[in-house]
């Protein structure tokens, strides 16, 4: 197979997760999450059960967004060494946030409704809130491993983790604020006031607060 068509087999099974996840998320913000099957998922999107499952391993999958993992990571490993570890953190959510609820035209607002249903279901579903945590401990853990020589003792390792944790708590005070008005605030705008609150200036590159 050549480069040009495995890169548009990529580019089609990449759609069509796009695709089955938008669906699944609209059914359950109209629905409820636990009123809507994976059938009735595959049925709204016009694909077998079998297709859903291909693309998202449990019920649960639909709902989560993977793609912020390797976004703040990228940014955390590409961060200065020589700054605080909250702000080389708290710089990658920040740029992530905004890379995430950005776009042209009309997708803004479209990113963003999106990314709050799936925020709105995660808080409101026991059993997405459960997998949620799960991918917490997994963002941070992608997060010290990007980290590099300043996570490479056991002592650096725990202060990584430790500066990790607290960023991230301050995000989910920000992502909850964000739902309660309606995404009326700008999300990176949050996420770099919860920081400048928890840290100070320390945490939070000049400009990101503007």
Same mark, same amino acid.
């Given at each position: 197979?050549? #480069? ?20 699944? =998320? ?13 059938? @009735? ?13 291909? *693309?998202?391993?449990?019920? #649960? @999958? ?13 940014? =955390? ?5 020589? *700054? ?5 953190? /708290? ?11 950005? /776009?042209? /035209?009309? #997708?803004?607002?479209?990113? #963003? !409704? ?6 709105? $279901? %995660? ?7 459960? !997998? *949620? ?34 960023? $991230?708590?301050? %995000? *989910?005070? &920000? ?7 309606? /995404? ?7 996420? &770099? ?7 100070? @200036? ?6 990101? !607060?503007?």
């Amino acid at each position: 197979m050549s #480069e040009r068509q495995t890169t548009l087999r990529e580019r089609q099974r990449s759609e069509t997760r796009r695709v089955i996840q938008a669906q699944a =998320v609209r059914l359950f913000t109209d629905r409820g999450y636990d009123a809507v099957t994976v059938a @009735d998922v595959a049925e709204a999107v016009g694909v077998s059960a079998m297709t859903v499952y291909r *693309h998202f391993s449990t019920k #649960e @999958d639909l709902v989560l967004i993977d793609q912020p993992v390797q976004l703040i990571a990228e940014r =955390v490993a590409a961060s200065s060494p020589t *700054h605080p570890l909250v702000r080389r953190v /708290g710089g990658a959510l920040v740029d992530t946030a905004t890379v995430l609820t950005s /776009g042209d /035209g009309d #997708e803004p607002a479209s990113n #963003e !409704r999106f990314l709050l249903d799936c925020l709105r $279901l %995660m808080v409101s579903t026991p059993a997405l809130r459960a !997998r *949620h945590l799960d991918s917490q401990y997994a963002l941070q853990q992608a997060i010290v491993d990007a980290l590099g020589d300043d996570a490479t003792t056991p002592e650096a390792t725990f202060r990584a983790q430790a500066a990790t944790s607290a960023c $991230l708590a301050a %995000m *989910h005070t &920000a992502l909850t604020r964000w739902a309660e008005v309606d /995404g009326q605030t700008k999300l990176p705008e949050l996420i &770099a006031g919860a920081l400048a609150a928890s840290f100070g @200036d320390i945490a939070v590159a000049t400009g990101q !607060r503007d």
